[in-house]
């Protein structure tokens, strides 16, 4: 009798705290999932939403009109058919409830999880609507925040300074454009293209950069054809206080080192920065790290997207390719990195100019 009740007892318990785990959680549109405290944020704003965030397979979904509305985009919702369309600008969205599957700007795309109704409200995957829109998101630990575009100031407070002056620089706006991208190659030696190299020194810097408390958006974070022009809106757009184009050059086999160029206008100065002063600390700062010769900073008023551009920008040409032993080194990832590094000290420089 009392081996019965003790085998009972277990049961029960074991079928209870089998309850508890599901209770934590829910099926959304036939997906397990779990809400979420996570808060959302956007353009350095917390907003109130009228559905808690959803996390699935540790990625968070919100709601698509209230999130992203905020940065400009329009939500078309088909409840017959339950698929939800989101444009902004020149760039749309088609996600099927339930389905992983979605359209982005008529191409396939798979997503680590689909979108979803909670309660009637639909619930995509922030990441990866704010990605496909090219919109700066971030994640803070500390405070549980999900953030699309400009840092709340409760999340650059938590940043350690990590060089400069941290007063100065975090929450300041950097747009960061790798040069070329896609059907644009850029010049092409030993097999090495310019777009590539552009890429993968753009993407050191990003990520130096956000170490430090900035923002930043980039034009491209892939092999992806742009115009010049988009280049310059995405930081117009922003309000970013400095715009960087990375290049690396091509010439005479005999040339070789380093140049930046600027748009010769005192309409590009904000505070106390102009595009010359920005190109001169660029220019100086590539040439002491990488160790490369001067090639000057040179004036180019037909260039669109210096000209274009509202804030201080330049276009840093990081070496010559045609040069086959400049080649050698800008091929590798540790010279890469040493070119990011000197692009990092100056738009710290510069911005503690700017912000002095």
Known sequence: MKRTLLVTIIIATFLMSIGQTFAAGQYFSGVWGVTSASKIAVSGLTLNLEREPVSINNRLLVPVRTVFSQIGAKIDWNESRNRVVITKDNDEIIMYIGYTNCYVNGAIKSMEVPAVLFNGTVM?????????????????????????????????????????????????????????????????????????????????????????????YMTRNADTTLSLYARSDLANRNNADLLISIHNNAGLLKHTGSMTLYYPSSSKTKRNLSSYEFANIVQRNMCNTLGSKDMGVIERPGLAVLRTSNMPAVIAEIGYMSNASELSKLKTSAYQEKAAEALKKAVIESLEKMYK
Request: aromatic residues 6%; positive net charge; glycine residues 12%.
């Open 124 to 216: 995509v995957p922030v990441r990866f609507v704010a990605e496909a829109f090219n919109v700066l998101v971030g994640w803070s630990e500390k405070s549980s925040t999900v953030y699309l575009g400009k840092m709340p100031q409760e999340v650059i407070e938590e940043i350690p300074a990590s060089g400069g002056n941290a007063s100065n620089i975090k929450g300041r706006i950097v747009v960061i454009d790798a040069g070329h991208g896609g059907t644009q190659t850029g010049a092409v030696y030993g097999g090495v293209k310019e777009k590539d190299l552009n890429l993968s020194i753009a993407k050191k810097l990003n990520a130096k950069l956000k170490e430090l408390g900035i923002v930043t």
